[in-house]
């Protein structure tokens, strides 16, 4: 059951959700929390499938990745936020007139409802020739390679984030093989200290590399983005 219930001096009216019989108290705190999210209701407002987007959205109003005409890569890109965000800005319908016309190339396990500008892939990325398919989709190396990926949560700290840290080297060997020079990655990682050895291969790889915490990241996850531009290229001296 849920009701509304307003504190002094509040504007909005926060939803509190009672426990019912058979669901955890886990679960209703992930509901309570979603329904007192802003950036949920956003979402619905806006036609995002998740908040997620916002996110996105955040890291490509700073540092500019997204561009008309350029070609782009979501991995693990369900249920398709970042890619409903990516698919206008690089001009993937081809609606802004005079601008060059970019593709966005979405990646995942499950399928998804189509989105519009949008070519969606059911692919491991992990595979051994997802590199080629992804080069052939695209007619070309990628100039944006991006994953908001995250491993099935175990309950356990330590073990979720050493999944998340290996999903995102995982993601970052894929961008190597697929990018363009001058290209971008950019992934979520989780504050914790396994991420150095990722941050030391991203720093020989890319001119700058860069850590970000968008504000649509809620404040109490431990999650935060790498931005790493200016791909260096799969040249002799990058390769170890």
């Not at 060059?100 to 051994?128: K, N, S, T, W, Y």
């Not at 001058?182 to 989780?190: D, H, P, S, W, Y």
């Amino acid at each position: 059951m849920v009701k509304n219930i307003s504190g002094r001096g509040q504007r909005e009216l926060k939803i509190k959700v009672k426990t019912a019989r058979g669901r955890k108290l886990s679960s209703t705190l992930w509901l309570e929390r979603q329904l007192n999210d802003p950036y949920v209701a956003r979402a619905r407002r806006d036609g995002y499938r998740g908040r997620a987007a916002y996110k996105i959205i955040d890291l490509d109003d700073k540092y500019r990745f997204l561009v008309p005409g350029a070609r782009v890569v979501d991995l693990g890109c369900a249920p398709g936020g970042w890619c409903q965000v990516a698919a206008p800005r690089v001009n993937a319908l081809g609606e802004k007139s005079g601008k060059a016309v970019g593709r966005v190339i979405g990646l995942d396990l499950q399928e998804m409802e189509p989105i519009a500008g949008c070519e969606l892939h059911l692919l491991d990325f992990m595979e051994d020739d997802a590199d080629e398919k992804v080069k052939l989709w695209l007619g070309g190396p990628a100039d944006v390679v991006m994953s908001d990926m995250a491993a099935s949560a175990s309950g356990h700290k330590k073990t979720d984030h050493m999944r998340i840290m290996a999903l995102c080297e995982a993601a970052a060997e894929l961008a190597f093989d697929v990018l363009e020079p001058g290209g971008t990655f950019v992934a979520k990682v989780l504050a914790g200290g396994a991420e150095g050895s990722l941050q030391a291969l991203l720093k020989r790889r890319f001119t700058k590399v860069a850590n970000v915490k968008p504000g649509a990241s809620r404040a109490d996850s431990s999650e935060k983005f790498v931005v790493a531009t200016g791909f260096r290229g799969m040249s002799k001296d990058t390769n170890n």
